[in-house]
């Protein structure tokens, strides 16, 4: 039997445009028509509308640093298990409050794709990139899973895994609580935030034997006090897991609502 013909690129490229000019797309975030040479869901405007952290930053939890500061008021607020944390850009303003609406609450999945490339660029200490060896998203409460159809968290761990050419997974955290959410915490103190979610993620024994000594970075599409974060690596702590890192690609600015202890 004879291989199927191939179809001449320069036909393929011409078919491509023709569906293009037929069928034009809008960026996912602000429905403006995409241009012709935008790739992706999202356009350039509002990628480069993202307030990206400015440097120089702490080598620890990447918060902006002003030169010459020693001591960062951030890090006081991580256990003393995690490694780093970086984020892309700041939440609240600009272009990125609008992507992670499309990703989150318009069903645009794929938009996590180009979020992830970027969080997958993000400069981390050497020993972080020597010894991450595990990518895990923050868990969904059920309820909220069931509404979404898919976990955020979960798209951009996978797509960042990937790029970094490590294993993703999802079933090493798991909630023990269902009426616990992230998302129902924008009301709350950051001593109540930290309360309502601590103890309420546990790490199951089937994955004990995979964790144990491990350096796990731990995905979340937006963190604000990082109490949901620090929930979740206690979790993985208790399970063997030895060093945590977070990434995130966006960022609360207030600094009353960030790193609740
Ligand atoms: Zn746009
Ligand atoms: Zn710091």
Redesign the pocket.
């Known amino acids: 039997m004879s291989a199927p013909a191939r179809v001449p690129a320069s036909l393929t490229r011409a078919w491509e445009a023709a569906v293009a000019f037929a069928f034009p797309l809008a960026?996912a975030?602000?429905e403006?028509l995409l241009a012709a040479h935008e790739s992706g869901l999202?356009?350039g405007?509002?990628w480069n509308d993202c307030r990206r952290l400015p440097a120089p930053q702490c080598d620890r939890c990447g918060h902006p640093q002003p030169p010459g500061v020693t001591t960062c008021q951030w890090c006081a607020h991580l256990p003393p298990y995690v490694r780093a944390v970086r984020s892309w850009c700041w939440m609240g303003e600009g272009g990125g409050g609008r992507i992670v609406h499309a990703l989150k609450y318009r069903g645009w999945h794929g938009v996590a794709e180009g979020m992830a490339e970027r969080l997958a660029r993000l400069d981390w200490p050497p020993d972080v990139r020597r010894e991450r060896a595990l990518v895990v998203p923050v868990p969904l409460a059920p309820d909220r899973l069931r509404a979404r159809g898919f976990n955020q968290a979960e798209a951009l761990a996978v797509s960042v895994a990937a790029r970094w050419g490590i294993p993703a997974r999802a079933d090493v955290i798991q909630r023990t609580r269902g009426g616990t959410r992230a998302e129902s915490q924008t009301r709350l103190t950051p001593t109540d935030r930290a309360g309502n979610v601590k103890g309420c993620f546990v790490s199951p024994d089937f994955v004990r034997a995979e964790l144990r000594g491990a350096h796990v970075i731990v995905v979340d599409d937006v963190v604000t006090t990082a109490a949901t974060l620090n929930a979740c690596a206690e979790a993985l702590v208790a399970a063997g897991v030895r060093i945590v890192s977070y990434v995130t690609f966006g960022r609360a600015r207030a600094i009353r609502d960030r790193f609740a202890s």
């Open positions: 960026c975030a602000c403006r999202v356009c405007a509002c």
